[in-house]
């Protein structure tokens, strides 16, 4: 073990033992006897572990009604898990729905007033017995300062196990439920970002940048701060300076058929109210701890309404998007030697056409999202991405997704109910290529 790393867990430990202060001097004082009053008790004792404490504290924080403690207590927990390791943190997690389980007795006990009174009063105590008691922490935790920000973060632990299954992948599926209310498109803010945001914004955007990597602030600037350039962001008001979600959009003057045409940092910019089509190029989601919230779709009709408003003249929304699945399943059916050009185009599109994943639904992600959006498959183009990254994923193949807002429900319904692909004559061309 070298220094630093032995500094670092003398640093930890130091840390545990300063919040472990603060908790007993939190729960020793005025607001511990008056628990004690009321039944609830804590554990004592130098010997108890960081989970333990964690376990107490949050058995506190259920037993509390009152609203003034609870803050106090939340701020306390989190304080406690955020100087913990990730081990114990996990430990935490992993034991907390068994710990927590739903009340069975009040659940048998509504079900009865129910069948004896049906009516809204019963309904809501029903309701409110069968609530899991993890959802009603979540909630306590939430009113801590920069609760809803530490719950995200306290998820994204939990989702570094891996697969999930029991009570973690319960734990796991009570945030997503949360959070999808907590997170509603409804209440999101949209910004546009741009070269005069906050420069803690804009370092995120290049921490974030999940489809092509951002290398340089310069290289950032060319594509924020040009006018034919825009980026988007979708925010929260309690996470004022954490994109949830943002993209990246180019405006030209015709469908591009590859990455560097858009990022080339010395090309010349175009008037934007000349451009007849909307690009988006790159789409990231920000916080791994809310996947699976569901915000691309809404934030994708929210910029097109805003573009279509400042440039009315735009004639095209679509997207340049990466095929990320597409070298991984053509190793297992005959491998990309030898394919180039048209025969690597054919055999993309029998990937995106006829590739199904286990529900029945587009295999590659990125092409469920935007198919799943109501878009279609415009056209698929060889050599668009020589990134290590592009090369590696798809053999540099990339693809354009057009938003046609006529078609969309059109789309949709092919996709849903009759589970085709929506795709143009180009794209139905080389699938007729491959099939000859």
């Known amino acids: 073990m070298n220094a630093r790393s032995l500094a670092s867990i003398v640093q930890q430990?130091?840390?545990?033992?300063?919040?472990?202060?603060r908790i007993d001097s939190l729960l020793s004082g005025r607001l511990g006897r008056l628990l004690e009053r009321i039944g609830i008790s804590r554990a004592k004792g130098d010997n108890i572990g960081p989970v333990?404490?964690?376990?107490?504290?949050?058995?506190?924080?259920?037993?509390?009604s009152g609203k003034a403690s609870g803050p106090s207590l939340a701020s306390a927990f989190f304080d406690l898990y955020d100087a913990s390791s990730l081990e114990e943190r996990r430990a935490f997690l992993s034991g907390l729905r068994a710990r927590f389980p739903r009340d069975g007795k009040a659940i048998d006990a509504a079900i009865a007033n129910w069948q004896a009174a049906p009516g809204e009063p019963a309904a809501r105590a029903l309701h409110k017995a069968a609530e899991a008691r993890s959802h009603k922490l979540i909630r306590k935790l939430n009113t801590a300062p920069g609760g809803?920000?530490?719950?995200?973060?306290?998820?994204?632990?939990?989702?570094?196990?891996?697969?999930?299954?029991?009570d973690e992948a319960a734990l796991d599926a009570d945030f997503e439920h949360i959070f999808e209310g907590w997170f509603n498109a409804?209440?999101?803010?949209?910004?546009?970002?741009?070269w005069e945001t906050s420069a803690s914004v804009l370092e995120r955007v290049i921490r974030y940048e999940a489809v092509h990597s951002i290398e340089s602030w310069d290289?950032?600037?060319?594509?924020?701060?040009?006018?034919?350039?825009?980026?988007?962001?979708?925010?929260?008001?309690q996470m004022p300076d954490e994109p949830l979600i943002f993209v990246e959009v180019a405006l030209t003057m015709d469908l591009p058929d590859a990455i560097g045409l858009i990022l080339d940092e010395k090309r010349v910019p175009i008037n934007p109210h000349a451009a007849s089509h909307a690009i988006?190029?790159?789409?990231?989601?920000?916080?791994?701890?809310?996947?699976?919230?569901?915000?691309?779709?809404?934030?994708?009709?929210?910029?097109?309404?805003?573009?279509?408003?400042?440039?009315?003249q735009l004639a095209c929304f679509a997207t340049l998007s990466p095929v990320p699945g597409f070298a991984r399943w053509l190793a297992g059916a005959g491998g990309a030697d030898g394919l180039a050009g048209e025969p690597l185009r054919a055999k993309?599109?029998?990937?995106?056409?006829?590739?199904?994943?286990?529900?029945?639904?587009?295999?590659?992600?990125?092409?469920?999202?935007?198919l799943g959006n109501g878009a279609r498959l415009e056209a698929i183009h060889?050599?668009?991405?020589?990134?290590?990254?592009?090369?590696k994923q798809s053999h540099g193949v990339m693809v354009n997704y057009v938003y046609d807002l006529d078609a969309i429900e059109a789309n949709l319904l092919t996709l849903s109910e009759l589970g085709q692909v929506p795709h143009s004559a180009a794209v139905e061309a080389l699938g007729q290529a491959l099939a000859a």
Do not use: W
């Open 382 to 391: 060889a050599d668009a991405d020589l990134s290590a990254r592009g090369l």
């Open 186 to 194: 409804g209440f999101l803010e949209l910004r546009r970002i741009d």
């Open 148 to 166: 809803t920000c530490r719950l995200i973060r306290m998820r994204e632990d939990l989702l570094t196990k891996g697969r999930l299954a029991g």
């Open 219 to 237: 290289d950032l600037r060319a594509r924020v701060q040009p006018a034919d350039r825009r980026c988007y962001g979708f925010f929260h008001p």
């Open 348 to 370: 993309a599109a029998e990937y995106l056409v006829d590739g199904r994943d286990t529900k029945g639904g587009p295999l590659d992600p990125v092409a469920r999202f935007h």
């Open 52 to 64: 333990d404490r964690m376990n107490d504290l949050a058995d506190t924080l259920l037993s509390v």
């Open 280 to 312: 988006f190029y790159s789409i990231s989601n920000c916080q791994e701890g809310l996947r699976g919230v569901p915000f691309g779709n809404f934030l994708i009709k929210r910029v097109v309404g805003l573009l279509r408003e400042e440039l009315p």
């Open 13 to 21: 430990g130091n840390a545990v033992v300063q919040v472990r202060n």
